[in-house]
């Protein structure tokens, strides 16, 4: 429907994923500002459009990819900006699981609902992330067991630009560890898969491991007083911190922290992954089933 004037500043857009280009496009061009949900769009020429649309219409248009507010977030980049532990050499990011959250209804396992599995849910988050921190792809494999439908499982290895390289691992339906590690030259960093705030280092050179949660830096002038700030956003603060920050924006009181432009990169990589999909290695099958199970790939 038509809003009017002065009813309403904001949409946010929690559709099944093939609405989201409709939606959001249709609410900026009445004139509202929009927070689209992850992944953006189906496709890149939908993304595309919207990030188009919003410029023309003067309107700020969000994508939630709400770990972009994380306290991990942040310090992963101050690690690798500032070379504490050196230069990033390579990372493992295993994520998912059994598939229990409590959705409204039954898109994410329709394909006519959606361009894909787990990894256009899940992976929209992480490769988000580690475009943000690493700069653009060189190269990638991609495997996944679609056959034809959509995928619970895939694997993805990247190597990047700057010459780090890893491997990504999704699921929904095998029990992960979703425990994330990034090799430095002097150590490495890990972290849960979706934390907002607690991190484990090791250097290289030591034999002992510091766990710890993040806070904010003490106001007091080091070396006077060593006491950490208050405690670093959680999961749930970081959620509504995006949606504070684009209230903020559209008062002109801050800069939008993750516009949906953000989002392109990362669709364009989905994109190519699906279009360049190979079948994952599945020993259980026999050898006819192989044979129809590649067929169906293609």
Request: net charge negative.
């Amino acid at each position: 429907s038509k809003f009017h004037a002065g009813e309403a500043e904001l949409a946010i857009v929690a559709s099944p994923q093939r609405f989201h280009s409709q939606l959001s496009i249709r609410l900026l061009t009445q004139g509202l500002h929009v927070l689209c949900e992850k992944p953006l769009a189906s496709r890149l020429s939908e993304a595309e459009a919207m990030v188009k649309t919003a410029t023309q219409k003067d309107r700020l248009l969000a994508v939630g990819l709400f770990r972009r507010f994380f306290p991990i977030t942040q310090f992963t980049s101050d690690l690798i900006s500032g070379e504490d532990l050196g230069t990033p050499l390579r990372f493992s990011w295993p994520e998912g699981g059994v598939f229990d959250w409590p959705a409204a209804t039954h898109s994410f396992f329709l394909k006519g609902s959606s361009t894909g599995g787990v990894v256009a849910d899940l992976v929209a988050h992480v490769l988000d992330l580690l475009l943000h921190w690493l700069g653009p792809v060189a190269d990638f494999v991609y495997q996944d067991d679609s056959m034809g439908g959509l995928e619970a499982n895939a694997s993805l290895h990247l190597r990047f630009e700057a010459g780090v390289t890893g491997q990504l691992r999704l699921s929904r339906d095998t029990p992960i560890p979703n425990s994330v590690w990034i090799e430095f030259e002097r150590g490495f960093l890990w972290f849960q898969g979706g934390t907002a705030a607690e991190v484990t280092l090791h250097f290289k050179h030591s034999n002992l491991v510091a766990k710890s949660n993040l806070y904010s830096k003490s106001n007091q002038q080091i070396p006077f007083d060593l006491a950490p700030g208050e405690p670093a956003r959680t999961y749930a603060q970081s959620f509504m911190e995006q949606i504070r920050n684009l209230c903020r924006a559209i008062r002109g009181e801050d800069t939008l922290l993750v516009p949906a432009s953000e989002a392109l990169a990362s669709i364009s990589l989905i994109e190519k992954c699906y279009a360049r999909r190979k079948l994952m290695n599945m020993p259980w099958l026999s050898a006819s089933e192989q044979v129809a199970a590649e067929a169906l790939v293609s």
